[in-house]
């Protein structure tokens, strides 16, 4: 109920409905032939070892199994693992066959037979079963090797000698490789904020703040660079960044100082997120302003008004109140 009220306060038409009649219609134009492509091609991905879905899931099942092996022949004693197991390989089943039926009945065949998405959606599950695989393992390790008469544990109580040694060992290793993969997030952090400093986004991040209004603003983005330009990138991102449907990227500016004045003034921002040449110098040459390198600029007559970061923000244009047109008054001849 709550996924239905969300999808129809949110878009007109959706492909995620839950609807019996948009299934029978999806089934209709589709066929079953094609639903049975889209099914044969899953399995086939199901079965696929190089898959990273299909690596988690294997993972999973031979991590509790060998737990539950070396738990049963350290301590001799009873755990429910492989109950577990079970029940987490039947959300994989189920969670497998309910994305079946969305490739079947809710996408269209281009991106199903494709299998559009298929490892994100599949991942979701293989990180929600890791975590209770995770949870119900170290239950399992504290059941079967730690001391459970709460009144005689302490820091030196374990069952035996096997299992105080297994104990400090796993904990031991396992502290160094939570150590290991830790610096190694945080590395890689590091390096992909380093990588990533001169691209688009995080330009715009340092000329001007993200617009959170849809709105209709023209904007200008000056890219230096042809191929992001080309392939609509600087635009796509503008799009999103400044939440309008009329930001327009360019790289060329070889025109006349005229043609300049005409086609700025048809914008009311200007984004310059790195330096271009061409366009500063068309700058000095139509306006007779220098020092136009890098920022957020406002359109005006006389040329760019420079914006700080924290005030490029939206400012809605004012609608002038119209004057209502007075009606001719009709009046009724009677004989």
Same mark, same amino acid.
């Given at each position: 109920?709550?996924?239905?009220?969300?999808?129809?306060?949110t878009?007109t038409?959706?492909?995620?409905?839950?609807?019996?009649?948009?299934?029978? @219609?999806?089934?209709?134009?589709?066929?079953?032939?094609?639903?049975?492509?889209?099914?044969?091609?899953?399995?086939?991905?199901?079965?696929?070892?190089?898959?990273?879905?299909?690596?988690?899931?294997?993972?999973?099942?031979?991590?509790?199994?060998?737990?539950?092996?070396?738990?049963?022949?350290?301590?001799?004693?009873?755990t429910?693992?492989?109950?577990?197991?079970?029940?987490?390989?039947?959300?994989?089943?189920?969670?497998?066959?309910?994305?079946?039926?969305?490739?079947?009945?809710?996408?269209?065949?281009?991106?199903?037979?494709?299998?559009?998405?298929?490892?994100?959606?599949?991942?979701?599950?293989?990180?929600?079963?890791?975590?209770?695989?995770?949870?119900?393992?170290?239950?399992?390790?504290?059941?079967?090797?730690?001391? @459970?008469?709460?009144?005689?544990?302490?820091?030196?109580?374990?069952?035996?000698?096997? &299992?105080?040694n297994?104990?400090?060992?796993?904990?031991?290793?396992?502290?160094?490789?939570?150590?290991?993969?830790?610096?190694?997030?945080i590395?890689?952090?590091?390096?992909?904020?380093?990588?990533?400093?001169?691209?688009?986004?995080?330009?715009?991040?340092?000329?001007a703040?993200?617009?959170?209004h849809?709105?209709?603003t023209?904007?200008?983005?000056?890219?230096?660079?042809?191929?992001?330009?080309?392939?609509? !990138?600087?635009?796509?991102?503008?799009? !999103?960044?400044?939440?309008?449907?009329?930001?327009?990227?360019?790289?060329?500016?070889?025109? &006349?100082? #005229? @043609?300049?004045?005409?086609g700025?003034?048809?914008?009311?921002?200007?984004?310059?997120?790195?330096?271009?040449?061409?366009?500063?110098?068309?700058? #000095?040459?139509?306006?007779? #302003?220098?020092?136009? =390198?890098?920022?957020?600029?406002?359109?005006?007559?006389?040329?760019?008004? =420079?914006?700080?970061?924290?005030?490029?923000?939206?400012?809605?244009?004012?609608k #002038?109140?119209?004057?209502?047109?007075?009606q001719?008054?009709? !009046?009724?001849?009677?004989?």
């Open positions: 109920m709550w996924w239905e009220r969300h999808v129809h306060q878009f038409v959706s492909k995620h409905e839950i609807s019996a009649k948009a299934y029978s @219609q999806q089934l209709n134009t589709e066929g079953t032939t094609k639903i049975l492509k889209v099914g044969h091609k899953m399995v086939n991905q199901l079965l696929n070892l190089n898959s990273l879905s299909v690596q988690g899931i294997i993972l999973i099942n031979v991590t509790l199994l060998i737990a539950w092996g070396l738990i049963r022949i350290g301590s001799h004693k009873q429910n693992l492989l109950k577990m197991l079970v029940i987490i390989d039947v959300i994989f089943i189920t969670y497998f066959g309910s994305l079946f039926g969305m490739y079947a009945l809710s996408m269209p065949y281009a991106e199903a037979i494709v299998l559009d998405g298929y490892e994100r959606y599949m991942s979701s599950t293989v990180i929600l079963n890791l975590l209770i695989g995770a949870i119900m393992l170290v239950r399992a390790m504290d059941i079967g090797l730690y001391e @459970q008469r709460f009144e005689k544990r302490d820091l030196r109580t374990f069952r035996s000698i096997f &299992t105080k297994f104990y400090q060992m796993s904990t031991f290793i396992l502290l160094i490789f939570s150590i290991i993969m830790m610096l190694s997030e590395n890689g952090t590091n390096f992909a904020n380093r990588y990533n400093r001169n691209t688009i986004p995080q330009q715009f991040k340092r000329i703040q993200p617009w959170t849809y709105n209709r023209k904007i200008l983005i000056v890219d230096p660079h042809a191929g992001d330009v080309d392939s609509y !990138y600087a635009g796509f991102v503008a799009h !999103y960044y400044f939440f309008t449907n009329h930001a327009t990227a360019q790289e060329n500016f070889m025109e &006349t100082p #005229q @043609q300049f004045r005409q700025l003034q048809h914008y009311r921002y200007v984004a310059i997120p790195e330096y271009h040449h061409t366009f500063t110098v068309m700058m #000095q040459h139509a306006y007779h #302003q220098k020092g136009v =390198r890098t920022g957020f600029f406002k359109v005006t007559k006389t040329g760019l008004q =420079r914006l700080s970061p924290s005030a490029a923000k939206l400012t809605p244009v004012k #002038q109140p119209t004057k209502k047109k007075r001719p008054k009709l !009046y009724l001849a009677l004989p």
